[in-house]
């Protein structure tokens, strides 16, 4: 029940404190998340799924969707 801005803001909250606090002695720990909203992205339950896997698999490969949380003003993020 939320806006896609404010899910990327939630989105890059929850990646940063992952990346705060995760150890590993063998890799980096790493966190995608992909956001979708409705009806925004897709007008089914289905659909708005399938949305979102394809924003992970955008931040997998390290591409930026438009608006993504990069853009976001710094201290909305904070």
């Known amino acids: 029940h939320t806006g896609a801005r404010e899910a990327m ?10 990346e705060k ?13 992909g956001v979708a909203t ?8 289905s659909s708005l799924n399938t949305r979102a896997e394809r924003a992970i698999l955008q931040a997998k490969q390290g591409e930026k969707a438009e608006g993504a949380v990069s853009a976001l003003d710094e201290a909305a993020v904070n």
Do not use: M, Y
Not at 21 to 33: G, L, Q
Not at 38 to 45: I, L, T, V, Y
């Open 38 to 45: 409705f009806p925004a992205d897709a007008s089914d339950p």
């Open 9 to 18: 803001i939630a989105a890059e909250r929850l990646r940063g404190l992952v």
């Open 21 to 33: 606090h995760a150890v590993s002695k063998r890799r980096k720990i790493t966190v995608n998340i």
